[in-house]
C-alpha cells in the first residue's frame, strides 16, 4: 500500500517512514527540506534495509504535486508537512498561515480531483490553549489558539473535516502532545534546520554543550515543584499510532466524519522532573538555571489516551527515562559526527 508521508525528512515524518515500513507499507516522501535534510533518507534505508523513495516538492505549488499524483497512486496520505515554530508563527503570522494552511488545502483539493481516500493530518495539543480540565479529552472543548501556529492546526482540523464530509473519504485528526526523544538506533533523530527551541533538545544541547546554560521557564505555577507541567511522549510511540491510523481507516472501519485521537502517554511531567530523569539516565550535571515564565506557556496540559487506547489499538508503550536516553545518544552521534544543530 502507497503511502504519502508529506514532511518526510522531518523529524516525526522519518520515524513514521521506518515504522510504515517495518510495517510493511510503501513510503513515498514528499519535503521541500525547508527545515530538514535529504540525508536522513540514507539513515532510514539503513534502518530499515529498504530504499526509500523521495520527492523534493514544495506542497504550496499545487502544479508540482499534481504531477506527482498524476504518477502516483496513493491509497492514504500522512500529512506532516508544516511550519511549527510557535514563537515564529507569532512574528511572522502569514508565513505559517501561507505555508500550513495553502499545503492542506491543496492536498485536499487533489484527494478530492483524483478521488482518493484515507488522510490523517499532524495537529498539536495547542488545540486545546489555555484549559483548566485535565486530562484533556478529544470532546473537550477548544482553548483560544495561543499562536498563528496554534490556530493553523484549529483551522486545519476544520478544513479536514468539512472536505471528509463534502468530498466523502475517510480521515482522522492526530493531537500530539510534546514528542520527544529518538529512534533506538540513534540514526535518525530531531535534526532541524532551524535551531530547536523545545524542551527535550534543548536540555541535550546544554549537557553536550552547545549551550551554556539553560532556563527553566516559570517557577511559580500551580504545580507540585511550580514548573509547568506537559505529556512527553515518545517519538517512536507517535509514529506506531500513525500506522495504527491508516490501518484502521483502510480496514475500513471508521463510522463518523473526522475521527481525532489524541497521543499522549497520560501522564504529566514538570520541567524539573525531565531534567532530573535526563540527570539520572545518563549522568550528566545540567546547568540550569529558573526563569521568568515564557508568554504563550500553558500551566499544564496531558492527555486523556482512552479513545487511541481503545479504538486504534494503540498506547505509548517507551516513558520518560526511554525519551531522554534516546534523545541523548543522537545528540552524542550528531556531536561525534561534528555535525551541528543549527
Ligand atoms: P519538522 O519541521 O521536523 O518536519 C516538517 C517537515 O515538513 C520538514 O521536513 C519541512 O521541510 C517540511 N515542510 C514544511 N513545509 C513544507 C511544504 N510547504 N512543502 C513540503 N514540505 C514542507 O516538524 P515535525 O516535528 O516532524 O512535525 C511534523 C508535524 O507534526 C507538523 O505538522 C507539526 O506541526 C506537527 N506537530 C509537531 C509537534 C512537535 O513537537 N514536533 C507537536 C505537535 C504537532
Ligand atoms: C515544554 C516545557 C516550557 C524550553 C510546543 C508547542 C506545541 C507542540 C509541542 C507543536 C514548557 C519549558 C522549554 C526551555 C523550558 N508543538 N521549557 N526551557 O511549549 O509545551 O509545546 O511543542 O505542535 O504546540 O506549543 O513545548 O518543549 O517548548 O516546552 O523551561 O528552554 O518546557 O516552558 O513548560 P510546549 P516545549
Same mark, same amino acid.
Given at each position: 500500500?502507497?503511502?504519502?508521508?508529506?514532511?518526510?525528512?522531518?523529524?516525526?515524518?522519518?520515524?513514521?517512514?521506518?515504522?510504515?515500513?517495518?510495517?510493511?507499507?510503501?513510503?513515498?516522501?514528499?519535503?521541500?527540506? *525547508?527545515?530538514?535534510?535529504?540525508?536522513?533518507?540514507?539513515?532510514? $534505508?539503513?534502518?530499515?534495509?529498504?530504499? /526509500?523513495?523521495?520527492?523534493?516538492?514544495?506542497?504550496?505549488?499545487?502544479?508540482?504535486?499534481?504531477?506527482?499524483?498524476?504518477?502516483?497512486?496513493?491509497?492514504?496520505?500522512?500529512?506532516?508537512?508544516?511550519?511549527?515554530? /510557535?514563537?515564529?508563527? /507569532?512574528?511572522?503570522?502569514?508565513?505559517?498561515?501561507?505555508?500550513?494552511?495553502?499545503?492542506?488545502?491543496?492536498?485536499?483539493?487533489?484527494?478530492?480531483?483524483?478521488?482518493?481516500?484515507?488522510?490523517?493530518?499532524?495537529?498539536?495539543?495547542?488545540?486545546?490553549?489555555?484549559?483548566?480540565?485535565?486530562?484533556?479529552? $478529544?470532546?473537550?472543548?477548544?482553548?483560544?489558539?495561543?499562536?498563528?501556529?496554534?490556530?493553523?492546526?484549529?483551522?486545519?482540523?476544520?478544513?479536514?473535516?468539512?472536505?471528509? %464530509?463534502? +468530498?466523502?473519504?475517510?480521515?482522522? *485528526?492526530?493531537?500530539?502532545?510534546?514528542?520527544?526523544?529518538?529512534? @533506538? *538506533?540513534?540514526?535518525?533523530?530531531?535534526?532541524?534546520?532551524?535551531?530547536?527551541?523545545?524542551?527535550? =533538545?534543548?536540555?541535550?544541547?546544554?549537557?553536550?554543550? #552547545?549551550?551554556?546554560?539553560?532556563?527553566?521557564?516559570?517557577?511559580? +505555577?500551580?504545580?507540585?515543584?511550580?514548573?509547568?507541567? %506537559?505529556?512527553?511522549?515518545?517519538?517512536?510511540?507517535?509514529? *506506531?499510532?500513525? /500506522?495504527?491510523?491508516?490501518? %484502521?481507516?483502510?480496514?475500513?472501519?471508521?463510522?463518523?466524519?473526522?475521527?481525532?485521537?489524541?497521543?499522549?502517554?497520560?501522564?504529566?511531567?514538570?520541567?524539573?522532573?525531565?531534567?532530573?530523569?535526563?540527570?539520572?539516565?545518563?549522568?550528566?550535571?545540567?546547568?540550569?538555571?529558573?526563569? =521568568? %515564565?515564557?508568554?504563550?506557556?500553558?500551566? #499544564?496540559?496531558?492527555?486523556?489516551?482512552?479513545?487511541?487506547?481503545?479504538?486504534?489499538?494503540?498506547?505509548?508503550?517507551?516513558?520518560?527515562?526511554?525519551?531522554?536516553?534516546?534523545?541523548?545518544?543522537? @545528540?552524542?552521534?550528531?556531536?561525534?559526527?561534528?555535525?551541528?544543530?543549527?
Amino acid at each position: 500500500m502507497n503511502v504519502l508521508v508529506t514532511g518526510g525528512t522531518g523529524y516525526i515524518g522519518s520515524h513514521t517512514t521506518v515504522e510504515l515500513i517495518n510495517r510493511g507499507y510503501t513510503p513515498i516522501l514528499v519535503d521541500n527540506l *525547508s527545515n530538514s535534510r535529504e540525508e536522513v533518507i540514507q539513515a532510514i $534505508e539503513k534502518i530499515t534495509g529498504k530504499g /526509500v523513495t523521495f520527492f523534493n516538492i514544495d506542497l504550496c505549488n499545487r502544479s508540482e504535486l499534481k504531477k506527482f499524483f498524476e504518477v502516483y497512486k496513493i491509497e492514504a496520505t500522512i500529512h506532516f508537512a508544516a511550519f511549527k515554530a /510557535v514563537g515564529e508563527s /507569532v512574528d511572522f503570522p502569514l508565513k505559517y498561515y501561507r505555508n500550513n494552511i495553502q499545503s492542506l488545502v491543496n492536498l485536499l483539493d487533489l484527494y478530492n480531483e483524483f478521488g482518493l481516500d484515507n488522510f490523517v493530518f499532524s495537529s498539536s495539543c495547542s488545540v486545546y490553549g489555555q484549559n483548566d480540565e485535565q486530562p484533556v479529552s $478529544e470532546s473537550t472543548p477548544l482553548g483560544k489558539a495561543e499562536s498563528p501556529y496554534a490556530f493553523t492546526k484549529q483551522i486545519g482540523e476544520k478544513i479536514l473535516s468539512d472536505s471528509i %464530509r463534502a +468530498y466523502k473519504f475517510k480521515g482522522c *485528526s492526530l493531537r500530539y502532545f510534546n514528542p520527544a526523544g529518538s529512534h @533506538e *538506533s540513534a540514526l535518525i533523530g530531531e535534526y532541524p534546520l532551524q535551531a530547536p527551541t523545545n524542551l527535550v =533538545p534543548v536540555i541535550t544541547q546544554t549537557a553536550i554543550g #552547545k549551550r551554556k546554560k539553560m532556563q527553566v521557564f516559570g517557577s511559580d +505555577y500551580n504545580t507540585p515543584d511550580g514548573t509547568c507541567v %506537559r505529556d512527553y511522549i515518545h517519538v517512536m510511540d507517535i509514529a *506506531s499510532a500513525h /500506522v495504527d491510523a491508516i490501518t %484502521r481507516m483502510a480496514g475500513g472501519k471508521v463510522n463518523q466524519d473526522m475521527e481525532i485521537f489524541n497521543l499522549g502517554t497520560g501522564q504529566g511531567n514538570t520541567v524539573l522532573e525531565v531534567i532530573k530523569t535526563f540527570e539520572k539516565v545518563t549522568g550528566q550535571k545540567l546547568s540550569y538555571e529558573m526563569s =521568568p %515564565r515564557r508568554p504563550g506557556d500553558v500551566e #499544564k496540559v496531558y492527555a486523556d489516551t482512552g479513545l487511541a487506547n481503545s479504538l486504534l489499538g494503540w498506547k505509548a508503550l517507551r516513558n520518560l527515562e526511554d525519551i531522554v536516553k534516546t534523545a541523548w545518544d543522537w @545528540e552524542k552521534k550528531l556531536s561525534e559526527a561534528n555535525k551541528s544543530i543549527a
